[in-house]
């Protein structure tokens, strides 16, 4: 899903356009669209920054208007892939100028926890949600770094091992102790969270896995 913040570079959205089933654009995301590796399965939002263009209409392309403003572009991109029942989806664009939407846009990974899974992704960074009862094993290389950061008030019975600064049933709230650029000592960087939920962002070494 690409979202009207600053566009990713080409190399990075033709790698997750490689494994994609839809490219979903949010609004005037990619303007003008056939500049794209391909064209939009769906463009979704309310239109205002596309107000006085020429939409084509013509093609594959859905354009599909959702003129509340009680949402933004990305929530009505969401919910319509949610209502597809699609099971995960990757937002580029979705961090960078405007301070503002990218804290909003990491909350979505809460807001729609149960319903769609999300990553994040920027030019260095790859963001997920971990949730209460989940733990992960990633075989990130060594010297990766990674943080955590608490979505929805504290998380606790956090564990991370094979990591510089190791954890077990540990805290992880706002006011801290900080959990920001931590380093992978060896493979895999386990992961576990038995209750509240963690942004986990890994910064990428080379192109995700």
């Not at 209409?57 to 009680?70: H, K, M």
Request: hydrophobic share 45%; glycine share 10%.
């Amino acid at each position: 899903m690409l979202c009207d913040g600053p566009p990713p570079s080409a190399a990075l959205l033709d790698y997750w356009l490689a494994g994609a089933d839809l490219l979903v654009c949010c609004d005037a995301a990619g303007w003008p669209h056939e500049t794209l590796p391909r064209r939009p399965d769906v463009v979704i939002g309310d239109f205002d920054t596309l107000a006085g263009r020429v939409i084509d209409g013509g093609g594959p392309t859905r354009w599909l208007r959702e003129p509340s403003q009680d949402t933004t572009d990305a929530e009505k991109a969401l919910r319509w892939l949610v209502a597809q029942k699609v099971a995960e989806a990757v937002l580029l664009g979705a961090t960078g100028d405007r301070l503002d939407h990218t804290l909003f846009n990491c909350g979505l990974c809460e807001r729609f926890a149960g319903a769609l899974r999300l990553c994040l992704t920027d030019p260095q960074h790859d963001a997920v949600r971990l949730g209460p009862g989940e733990q992960v094993a990633w075989p990130l290389p060594p010297g990766t770094l990674f943080s955590l950061l608490p979505l929805a008030g504290p998380a606790t019975g956090v564990a991370v091992h094979n990591a510089a600064w190791s954890l077990e049933r540990g805290i992880v709230k706002v006011g801290g102790p900080a959990t920001i650029s931590n380093r992978v000592l060896a493979p895999p960087l386990r992961i576990a969270v038995t209750a509240g939920s963690l942004l986990v962002t890994v910064q990428r070494q080379g192109w995700p896995a």
